[in-house]
């Protein structure tokens, strides 16, 4: 495949993402159905985020989620987050539903994210 080929087709995967990813590194906790697991949370963004765990995942299946970010007394609750893919020991979650007080401390997780 040609060089502008190749840089084309990476542009159009990074516009599919309606979020940027931004690196963290949060112990983070996942329930859902007769399963529960722990990981830690390798990027996050306004939408979803990377963990890497140890427990078997399945493609499509859904979890409550709490991510213990610095700085939270309480950690992140996300109420749904839905596995979006799987890669080795590493699943990317959609966040689907989480409460208003929530999504404002995740904002807040970004902010601190961001600025470093």
Request: aromatic share 6%.
């Amino acid at each position: 495949m040609p060089l502008r080929s190749q840089a084309l087709k990476k542009s159009r995967v990074k516009e599919k993402r309606a979020h940027p990813r931004l690196t963290a590194q949060f112990r983070s906790t996942f329930s859902g159905g007769q399963r529960e697991g722990h990981g830690k949370t390798l990027d996050l963004s306004d939408g979803g985020c990377r963990i890497e765990t140890d427990c078997p995942i399945v493609p499509n299946s859904s979890f409550e989620c709490r991510i213990y970010a610095p700085g939270l007394s309480w950690p992140l609750r996300i109420d749904e987050a839905q596995v979006r893919w799987v890669q080795g020991k590493t699943f990317g979650l959609q966040f689907v539903a989480m409460q208003p007080d929530e999504r404002a401390k995740l904002k807040q997780v970004i902010a601190d994210l961001k600025a470093g």
